[in-house]
C-alpha cells in the first residue's frame, strides 16, 4: 500500500492492472485502489504484462517476484530505490536507481535486508509477523539521512518460510532538516513564552515591548533568517492594524493607516481579513502589495493566531524574487502563534498591573 500511494504521487490517475487469483482483495484495499487510480482488471500476470509497461500490477496473492519482474518503469522512480532480495542474500530484482547509486549506499540496503531476512527466520510465531508486517531502518550515509523499509515478498503470517524481502528506499535528509527547524522554532518560542512576571511589573509599557522585541528580533534573524519584517496588531475597537515591531522596512506616510479589510488595505490588510498566508513572489505585480521595504520585490504575510482569531499579522520582505517557499510559510505560521501568546501575555500582565 505503501508503494502505491507513493507512486500515485507521481501521476495524475496513473492506471494499474488488478490481477484476480484465488484469493479475494480486502474491499477497503480495493476501494482506496480506486480512488487514487484508474484500474484494470486481469486474470493472471501473464495477461497483464502486455497492456501497459508503465503500469503497477497489483495481485490478489503474494507474487511480489514476477510482479516487480513485470512492471517495468513504474517503479523506478520510486523512492531513491527499490529491490527485491531473496532468502540466500542475492538480489533477484532491483531498479536502475538503486543499482547505478553509491556501491557503500547498496551495500548498506543489501545488509539491512539480510538483516531483516534473518530476523523473519528467527521469529517463526505467526502472531510475531503479523504484528511485524515490515522492518524499518534509519541510517546516515555520506551526510545524508536514509529510511530503508523491508516487507516480505510471501505470505509468512501463516508461519511459512520467508522467500526474501521488498525493500524502498528513502532519502530523508531535507525532511529531517525540516523536522529540526520546526523543533529549533519550538524551543524559541517556549523561550520567547518565558516572561518572568515580577521583572515584567517593574517595567513601563516600552520597557515590556523592548524586553519582547529583542526576543522576537533574534529568533526571526538567527532562526527564521528573515531580515526585513514588521509585526502589526490588530486594535479590535477600531480594525486598524497597528505597528509594533520593524525591522528594515519603511514606516507608512504620516496619514496612513491599513485595516483589516480585504481591499484597499495592502497585502497585511488581506491576511488580517481573511486570516490566511500569503505568498507574493514578485511584488510589482500584485494590486494589493504596499511599499515596506525599499525595492522589495517578494513577501510573505502570515496572520499571528491566538486560539483561531486573527489577532496580528507578521510580515517578511527581500529583494529577491520569489525568495519565500511553502516552508518558509510553515515556519513563520509556527513561530507567529507564539507572538500571539506572548502579546497576550504581555497583555494579561499589562491588565493585572492596573487593577
Given at each position: 500500500?505503501?508503494?502505491?500511494?507513493?507512486?500515485?504521487?507521481?501521476?495524475?490517475?496513473?492506471?494499474?492492472?488488478?490481477v484476480?487469483?484465488?484469493?479475494?482483495v480486502?474491499?477497503?484495499?480495493?476501494?482506496?485502489?480506486r480512488?487514487?487510480?484508474?484500474?484494470?482488471?486481469?486474470?493472471?500476470?501473464?495477461?497483464?504484462?502486455?497492456?501497459?509497461?508503465?503500469?503497477?500490477?497489483?495481485?490478489?496473492?503474494?507474487?511480489?517476484?514476477?510482479?516487480?519482474?513485470?512492471?517495468?518503469?513504474?517503479?523506478?522512480?520510486?523512492?531513491?530505490?527499490?529491490?527485491?532480495?531473496?532468502?540466500?542474500?542475492?538480489?533477484?530484482?532491483?531498479?536502475?536507481?538503486?543499482?547505478?547509486?553509491?556501491?557503500?549506499?547498496?551495500?548498506?540496503?543489501?545488509?539491512?535486508s539480510?538483516?531483516?531476512?534473518?530476523?523473519?527466520?528467527t521469529?517463526?510465531?505467526?502472531?510475531?509477523?503479523?504484528?511485524?508486517?515490515?522492518?524499518?531502518?534509519?541510517?546516515?550515509?555520506?551526510?545524508?539521512?536514509?529510511?530503508?523499509?523491508?516487507?516480505?515478498?510471501?505470505?509468512?503470517?501463516?508461519?511459512?518460510?520467508?522467500?526474501g524481502?521488498?525493500?524502498?528506499?528513502?532519502?530523508m535528509?531535507?525532511?529531517?532538516?525540516?523536522?529540526?527547524?520546526?523543533?529549533?522554532?519550538?524551543?524559541?518560542?517556549?523561550?520567547?513564552?518565558?516572561?518572568?512576571?515580577?521583572?515584567?511589573?517593574?517595567?513601563n509599557?516600552?520597557?515590556?515591548?523592548?524586553?519582547?522585541e529583542?526576543?522576537?528580533?533574534?529568533?526571526?534573524?538567527?532562526?527564521?533568517?528573515f531580515?526585513?519584517?514588521?509585526?502589526?496588531?490588530?486594535?479590535?475597537?477600531?480594525?486598524?492594524?497597528?505597528?509594533?515591531?520593524?525591522?528594515?522596512?519603511?514606516?507608512?506616510?504620516?496619514?496612513?493607516v491599513?485595516?483589516?479589510?480585504?481591499?484597499?488595505?495592502?497585502?497585511?490588510?488581506?491576511?488580517?481579513?481573511?486570516?490566511?498566508?500569503?505568498?507574493?513572489?514578485?511584488?510589482?505585480?500584485?494590486?494589493?502589495?504596499?511599499?515596506?521595504?525599499?525595492?522589495?520585490?517578494?513577501?510573505?504575510?502570515?496572520?499571528?493566531?491566538?486560539?483561531?482569531?486573527?489577532?496580528?499579522?507578521?510580515?517578511?520582505?527581500?529583494?529577491?524574487?520569489?525568495?519565500?517557499?511553502?516552508?518558509?510559510?510553515?515556519?513563520?505560521?509556527?513561530?507567529?502563534?507564539?507572538?500571539?501568546?506572548?502579546?497576550?501575555?504581555?497583555?494579561?500582565?499589562?491588565?493585572?498591573?492596573?487593577?
Amino acid at each position: 500500500a505503501d508503494l502505491l500511494m507513493a507512486s500515485s504521487m507521481a501521476a495524475i490517475r496513473q492506471r494499474i492492472i488488478l490481477v484476480r487469483d484465488s484469493t479475494t482483495v480486502d474491499p477497503h484495499v480495493e476501494s482506496g485502489l480506486r480512488e487514487q487510480f484508474d484500474v484494470v482488471e486481469v486474470d493472471s500476470v501473464e495477461a497483464a504484462t502486455g497492456l501497459d509497461d508503465d503500469a503497477v500490477i497489483v495481485a490478489a496473492a503474494s507474487r511480489s517476484r514476477e510482479i516487480a519482474a513485470m512492471t517495468g518503469p513504474a517503479l523506478q522512480h520510486l523512492g531513491d530505490g527499490v529491490a527485491i532480495v531473496q532468502r540466500d542474500g542475492a538480489v533477484y530484482w532491483e531498479t536502475a536507481r538503486l543499482r547505478n547509486s553509491d556501491p557503500e549506499l547498496r551495500e548498506r540496503f543489501l545488509e539491512y535486508s539480510r538483516h531483516a531476512i534473518s530476523e523473519y527466520e528467527t521469529h517463526g510465531d505467526p502472531i510475531w509477523r503479523r504484528l511485524h508486517p515490515n522492518l524499518t531502518f534509519d541510517f546516515t550515509h555520506a551526510e545524508s539521512s536514509y529510511t530503508l523499509t523491508l516487507s516480505p515478498s510471501n505470505d509468512i503470517s501463516g508461519g511459512a518460510p520467508i522467500e526474501g524481502v521488498v525493500g524502498v528506499l528513502w532519502d530523508m535528509t531535507e525532511s529531517r532538516r525540516l523536522q529540526a527547524k520546526i523543533q529549533t522554532i519550538d524551543a524559541a518560542g517556549a523561550e520567547l513564552m518565558r516572561l518572568d512576571a515580577d521583572v515584567i511589573r517593574k517595567l513601563n509599557a516600552m520597557e515590556r515591548l523592548q524586553l519582547l522585541e529583542t526576543k522576537i528580533v533574534r529568533t526571526v534573524q538567527e532562526v527564521l533568517e528573515f531580515d526585513n519584517f514588521e509585526i502589526r496588531l490588530l486594535d479590535s475597537s477600531s480594525n486598524q492594524l497597528e505597528l509594533v515591531i520593524a525591522k528594515g522596512l519603511t514606516p507608512l506616510k504620516i496619514g496612513e493607516v491599513i485595516f483589516a479589510q480585504q481591499a484597499g488595505n495592502g497585502i497585511s490588510g488581506f491576511v488580517a481579513a481573511t486570516g490566511r498566508s500569503y505568498r507574493c513572489g514578485n511584488v510589482q505585480q500584485d494590486r494589493r502589495y504596499k511599499e515596506g521595504l525599499t525595492d522589495a520585490v517578494s513577501s510573505l504575510t502570515v496572520p499571528l493566531l491566538l486560539q483561531d482569531n486573527v489577532v496580528g499579522v507578521f510580515n517578511i520582505e527581500s529583494n529577491k524574487p520569489d525568495a519565500f517557499d511553502d516552508h518558509d510559510r510553515q515556519f513563520a505560521e509556527i513561530f507567529g502563534r507564539y507572538i500571539a501568546l506572548a502579546m497576550n501575555i504581555l497583555d494579561l500582565l499589562v491588565v493585572e498591573r492596573y487593577t
